[in-house]
């Protein structure tokens, strides 16, 4: 027998550490090489991980819903031959998945932050409890495990003596809830087959009703009187607050956001415009065969536009490098989409925007947005990005100051695009018309782009969706 451990692999970007979600393997089932083992979450998407080698799987050594640091083993394989397993890095040693130290670690596209390795306790969590750094040459793998017994109508079973909690059994979506409604998993009583934590188990616990069968008619009289003197909100079950663990992409994006703001220095500029025409534009080109299997909207034009004003103004395409005291021009244009997921909001990149065609633009914006919602979206598209829109006028919002994303010189924010009157003229008579109008705003890092570059890149983009065919004239 030949063990060998899996440590979890920086999954890209100097990441720290991964919330494991899905195992693909249980123990018992042989596994090949680059079979996908195990599913977990980083700070930006969803990313499934394989073994680098072939055996038995003899041991999980973390359950799901566990929050790993990168290095640490997470499985244990039988590989069949006759050597002994390899050990799992020490605290203070560096293998070629970590970070350096001396650099510190990396969080996606944000560049260098330093900061310890070992990750918080968890809520409910022994203080001493961490995962192994360290373990011997010699390897015991752990007792089978006996199936779970049929629940009986007995007692509640006693607290372990050992001071050590059972982990409760429980599916991740289930997991995932307790963690949202700040209930403990541990302290609900399941009702699921097997002993398992069931939806409605962490609903009732939240909402402090009884999950026991047996809790007896005074309580109930008890809670019913409760409800009566309760308002609308506690009558419905609703908790009195609500606390959210600050983890994953929000704890990423909220240091970004941080970092960002209080390192360049932001000034945004902004323009309402008529684009009445790029509407019309739009309205082609839906009807249009060759786009006809992609969706046409208007923030295919602003990425468009935005791409031809950079052409003509190519020093807003930069980075800040501080260590070097150097402005970094860049060539290609790494058009960020802010998106909006259930995970919180990412913005990954397309690779060379500037040199699609408007088909090929339009292909790869709708793929960007579909994989980040899915949280498939790779760390490779998040790094690299030179420059960002963020379209919020899908939320009816007109317009804002949107915070520069790290390590870029300029933000477009695109507004709600709107039926309001406007004077138009016409061979030196003015009318007011309906026509469509939209507000931009645009941020840019000042030690980069003074307020000339800065007017000129806007007035370029409200210029070509005020009237599209001024690219022709242009090019």
């Not at 109508?153 to 050590?164: F, K, L, M």
């Not at 991740?172 to 399941?190: F, I, W």
Request: net charge negative; proline share 8%; hydrophobic share 45%.
């Amino acid at each position: 027998m030949a063990l060998q451990q899996f440590i979890l692999p920086d999954p890209g970007e100097g990441l720290t550490e991964a919330d494991l979600v899905t195992w693909r393997v249980s123990v018992g089932d042989v596994v090949k090489v680059n079979d996908m083992v195990v599913e977990v979450e980083t700070a930006k998407s969803l990313v499934e991980l394989p073994i680098p080698f072939a055996g038995t799987v003899v041991e999980l050594l973390a359950a799901e819903g566990d929050t790993v640091d990168v290095g640490a083993p997470i499985i244990v394989v039988d590989t069949g031959g006759g050597a002994a397993p390899a050990a799992a890095p020490s605290a203070g040693a560096a293998t070629a998945d970590e970070p350096d130290e001396a650099s510190g670690p990396n969080l996606v596209g944000y560049g260098a932050k330093a900061g310890s390795t070992r990750r918080r306790a968890r809520r409910g969590e022994p203080a001493q409890a961490s995962l192994p750094t360290e373990q011997p040459v010699a390897y015991s793998p752990a007792p089978p495990v006996e199936a779970l017994p049929e629940p009986e109508p007995a007692p509640a079973p006693a607290a372990p003596v050992t001071g050590e909690r059972a982990r409760a059994l429980a599916k991740p979506p289930v997991r995932k809830m307790a963690k949202d409604l700040g209930v403990d998993l541990a302290a609900v009583t399941p009702s699921g087959p097997g002993g398992v934590v069931t939806r409605e188990d962490v609903q009732a616990a939240a909402s402090g009703a009884s999950t026991s069968a047996s809790s007896g008619g005074g309580l109930v009289a008890r809670a019913s009187h409760l409800d009566q003197q309760a308002g609308p909100a506690e009558q419905r079950g609703i908790p009195a607050e609500r606390r959210v663990p600050i983890k994953g992409v929000r704890k990423v994006t909220a240091q970004a956001m941080v970092d960002s703001a209080f390192t360049a220095p932001h000034v945004t500029e902004f323009v309402t415009i008529d684009v009445t025409a790029t509407m019309d534009l739009v309205d082609r080109l839906k009807k249009d065969r060759a786009f006809r299997d992609v969706k046409v909207t208007p923030l295919l034009v602003v990425a468009k536009a935005l791409c031809l004003a950079i052409r003509r103004n190519p020093d807003v395409n930069a980075s800040w490098d501080e260590a070097a005291q150097e402005i970094v021009y860049r060539r290609d244009v790494n058009l960020g989409i802010a998106a909006a997921t259930p995970r919180g909001l990412v913005v990954p990149n397309i690779k060379g925007a500037d040199s699609m065609p408007m088909r090929e633009l339009a292909d790869a914006m709708a793929q960007l947005v579909a994989t980040a919602r899915e949280g498939r979206t790779q760390p490779a598209d998040f790094a690299g990005g030179t420059v960002t829109i963020t379209n919020v006028g899908v939320f009816g919002v007109d317009t804002g100051t949107p915070i520069l994303n790290p390590g870029e010189a300029a933000i477009l924010a695109f507004g709600a695009v709107r039926r309001m009157p406007w004077v138009v003229e016409r061979d030196g008579v003015e009318s007011i018309e309906p026509r469509w109008v939209t507000q931009l705003a645009l941020s840019f890092d000042h030690r980069m782009v003074d307020g000339e570059l800065g007017s000129k890149v806007l007035a370029d983009v409200a210029a070509l969706l005020h009237d599209p065919g001024q690219a022709l004239v242009w090019a």
